[in-house]
């Protein structure tokens, strides 16, 4: 065992993985790779946001399949164990694991880093094979194919980590890029000792290999393809699951699963399946606490990276989506452009591949509550994002005018927000409408859950605001175009919108009073109103 050849450090850390209190077992995947190792020659990559369960999963693939003298009954607990051909493909194979983000503790060039990586597979097939002969200049191709021949035809599968983890790097040039391309393509394609490369990352292949450097891989994304989407995020099913464990180890759970479904859902794979952010779900459960998990490792600024170089292209349909709205965008292989980073296409394209967005039949949106509030920061934060800044920044006044009910005040406010440059509002519908709405009560999340079309009472309503402290006040708000506010309020009444506070089952419940909210705008007058009453 090496480094790289047949490596410990795989086993070891999946095995930590599975004794974590809220571990789901993927282990089903397995099975759809064993046709692969009977034919051989196939290569997969499999490319999704960071911290959807990659690594994990390679880890686990290596450690099923690589040699090991003791395997210590790992797998038979788990799902694979179930498949009639567990035992014949089980540790029976030479693995070369290289996780592609590790570095040497000084590099700065992309020629020390590539070095590092060749010279300690060499070493590790010197090791396992010391009757072969290496020459000066041999590339660890060169020595994987003389292993071949002299090793009666001895192959080998290949497990990698994070392969375009090199192209975020500073100090590499387009032209290293070009030379990583011909690295992967000379050590791997149309190499008789290979039989399954199986390889992860966020970047699309497509990106960076634009001849046929690449074109034996297959390449799996989660918005265009089905294969392989159930073990890459959690599914419904399995956050079911590990909320009941939850509970069960929690005797003063702080999270309901409602919660979870707002926080950490919202992808969607292309069959449909809604899938959460793993990560974010085991870390919540395991902290009893609902948080911005996923997303703690960068900024707000990480997403302003995505749309800074054309604001104006994208502001209108970022306003309507921070009010929940799916924007439509023609993105065709949107993987493949995914970080030129000029036209309204490729800006959302990257925000989907690093899953700051999700897609779904034609369209972008923010998956949910951890995302939106991030997007909620940059605004708040980014003045040359123009209206959309001005709008979010008075969102607090308008908070507080609301629940002191001084409707002239929240009529300004509105009028302002038509007044100001916002091409969004010809306020045609009242989706536009709703668009403004959510930016002019932004600071609202910060103390509510904000809900829009909510089923209360006897229909649908606009918007409910649900009190994170339940001594605040809840807030019901309709809107109307060319209707006047009273008709709104009448709605809210009428429909006893208010049942939605009265406790049910996975509700919150309010301690004080709900404010009814109506608000129009006539098209005619081009002017706003505002009523309001306690209910």
Known sequence: MGRYLNSSTSYVLYKNETMKPYFVDKTKLLS??????????????????????????????????????????????????QNKEYIKYKNQYDVIFIDFSKMPRECHSYREYIDRIEENLIRDLKKAYPDIEIYEGDSAADVLETIFEEYDEQRFIFVFDEWDFIFHKDFIKEEDKKQYILFLSNLLKDRPYVIMTYMTGILPIAKYSSGSELNMFWEYNMASETKYSEYFGFTDEEVDELFERYEHNNENAQISRQDLRIWYDGYTTKSGERIYNPRSVVLALMNNNIGNYWTSSGPYDEIFYYIRKNIDDVQNDLALMISGESVQVKIQEYAAAAMRLETKSEIFSAMVVYGFLSYEDGKVRIPNKELMNKFDDMIQKEESLGYVYRLAKESERMLQATLAEDTQVMEEILEYAHNTETPILSYNNETELSAIINLVYLSARDKYRVER???????????????????????????????????????????????????????????????????????????????????
């Open 32 to 81: 759809e790779l064993f046709p692969f190792l009977e034919v051989g020659n196939t290569h997969i990559c499999i490319t999704r946001p960071r911290r959807f369960g990659k690594t994990m999963i390679a880890n686990m693939i290596a450690s099923f399949l690589g040699k090991r003298k003791s395997e210590n009954g790992l797998f038979e607990s788990l799902n694979i164990s």
């Open 453 to 535: 079309e909510d089923k209360a009472g006897k229909g649908f309503v606009d918007y409910i605001f649900y009190p994170e402290n339940k001594k605040d006040p809840g807030i019901i708000l309709e809107l109307k175009v060319d209707h006047s506010p009273r008709e709104a309020l009448k709605q809210i009444v009428d429909k006893d919108y208010k049942l939605k506070f009265q406790g049910k089952i996975g509700e919150i419940k309010t301690d004080h009073k709900i404010l009814g909210v109506g608000i129009s705008y006539d098209k005619k007058t081009k002017k706003h109103s505002c009523v309001t009453q306690w209910l």
